[in-house]
């Protein structure tokens, strides 16, 4: 039975189902039986997004008025409130989100973000002045004009997939560009909103289109490939980044890539709160489906004996307090799919094949339902060489690495093809501040401080990809620069 209701398209201001009327059914990850129906877009229905998209930024004023822009993206913000019931329906039954879950990553930090993007907006400067400079027996006046970069074709996952869309769509319309939303096969629904209400507000006819379909390449690559496209931005795993930078290259098209993370929290010896940073870094919340997640836990060998018997406490603790739908307190639930359960439970058995200890968890759990239920899991005895601590994971997997010293643990931390977040956790602030700028990633949390957020650009290093999301720098990155100079 449908609980969600039908995902349309919406191309060149157009509510409606594919081409061919073809449609996919959105498999929930609570149940593993199908919560609604999608809309499964041809190439012509993409074709067709491309082409109004390029229209609507080359032939009207949305590049230029930066008034009405504002004025839409604020009335599409007051609709999403109104539909902050519908958006966790969404969360819960397409991304599997737990209820406990909704009110933090999934639905509240996204349209928070929302409100920073519209609160910092108006400091961006679309002029810089460079002053006159004398040469060649004259003077020059110069100064640099920030535009647009035109159309933008935004690759969204399913982990969190309105906070991401919400990242994209939002800084390349307050930019000026004009929008191709692609979403995940999974959560289509969490795109198509953005149409559906869209629509509502009045907005000119191409300048935000979203397509979807069950192939999860097609629509990617004919963005990636398509030199209508004057920029792809991008979240999901390194693997389809690096093929996206293969296939943009032909293009030259400009590339924004949010890709994965293998990050590392660091808790040093002298922590004043040892042994609640040991337990506090479970890695349950969202089934550990985050790219910004710490699953490398580094602790002193001096106290890994301790750490492991925290460790073991908490998760007898946690228990089976996960995986209900309808509980308040729950922030864990089913991973997002049969495929994505069997990846994860295909590291446990590889971590114990590399020799690591599973201090606990590492079964399926379908006495919590028909859906894709993975337990808490967390391996210590492990070495940062095993695959387990190298490769993203990307589910409730926790690896314990012990070292010897601060710089054993720095070591460690960077040796890594990531480089997308990390934590320190100390008693000497000086100390902790040393370690977090010796860590080669884009965001670093200190005892606890929260370095995510809707003001804050928020990117990686290496293999974590390139570019910044959110803050002003998320705006930004859809700008390009020009400049004059005159003979004055």
């Known amino acids: 039975m449908a609980i969600l209701p039908d995902a349309k398209l919406y191309i060149d201001g157009v509510l409606r189902t594919a081409e061919d009327g073809r449609t996919f059914e959105v498999i929930g990850p609570w149940t593993g039986e199908p919560v609604g129906r999608a809309a499964d877009a041809s190439a012509a229905d993409v074709d067709a997004a491309i082409a109004a998209a390029r229209r609507a930024f080359d032939t009207t004023d949305w590049s230029t008025n930066v008034a009405l822009r504002v ?14 019931d519908r958006l966790s329906d969404l969360a819960r039954h397409e991304a599997g989100a737990a209820i406990g879950a909704v009110g933090r990553a999934h639905v509240d930090m996204a349209l928070e973000g929302w409100d ?5 907006f108006p400091q961006i400067a679309w002029e810089k002045d460079f002053g006159a400079r004398t040469g060649y027996g004259f003077e020059t006046q110069r100064r640099a004009f920030y535009e647009p970069i035109g159309v933008v074709g935004a690759i969204t996952p399913w982990n969190v997939p309105l906070y991401v869309n919400v990242g994209k769509v939002v800084a390349a319309l307050l930019a000026g560009c004009t929008v191709i939303l692609k979403p995940a096969p999974n959560t289509p629904g969490m795109g198509a909103i953005f ?3 869209a629509a509502a507000a009045g907005f000119p006819a191409g300048v935000l289109n979203v397509v979807f379909g069950s192939d999860p390449a097609l629509a990617g690559e004919m963005l990636v490939t398509d030199p209508r496209v004057d920029l792809i931005s991008f979240t999901g795993s390194t693997g389809v980044g690096k093929r996206i930078m293969e296939q943009g290259g032909a293009s030259l098209k400009r590339i924004f890539l949010e890709l994965g993370g293998k990050s590392a929290k660091i808790v040093l010896d002298d922590a004043p709160n040892f042994a609640m940073d040991v337990a506090q870094s479970m890695l349950v919340f969202h089934a550990g489906q985050g790219c910004a997640v710490h699953s490398r836990l580094l602790v002193p060998r001096s106290r890994y004996e301790e750490a492991k018997a925290v460790l073991k406490h908490a998760y007898g603790s946690f228990g089976d307090n996960w995986g209900d739908f309808d509980n308040p307190q729950h922030i864990m639930g089913p991973v997002v799919s049969k495929k994505q359960m069997e990846r994860v439970l295909s590291y446990v058995q590889l971590g114990q094949e590399e020799g690591a200890t599973l201090l606990a968890g590492g079964k399926a759990r379908p006495d919590k339902g028909h859906g894709y239920f993975v337990e808490p899991t967390c391996f210590v005895d492990v070495t940062n060489d095993m695959r387990i601590a190298q490769e993203e994971i990307f589910g409730p997997v926790l690896v314990v690495i012990p070292y010897e010293d601060d710089e054993d643990a720095i070591r460690i931390a960077n040796e890594s093809a990531y480089g997308l977040s990390g934590g320190v956790a100390s008693g000497d602030f000086d100390r902790a501040i040393n370690v977090a700028r ?16 809707g003001d804050l650009p928020f990117g990686g290093y290496k293999a974590s990809g390139m570019g910044r999301e959110w803050g002003l720098e998320g705006i930004e990155e859809f700008l390009e620069t020009k400049l004059v100079a005159w003979r004055a």
């Open 71 to 84: 004025a839409l993206v604020t009335k599409l913000r007051a609709l999403f409130e109104e539909n902050r």
């Open 195 to 197: 149409g559906e209400l």
């Open 438 to 453: 010796r860590i080669r990633a884009g965001s670093v949390s200190v005892n606890g401080g929260m370095c995510i957020a």
């Open 116 to 120: 920073d993007y519209l609160r910092l």
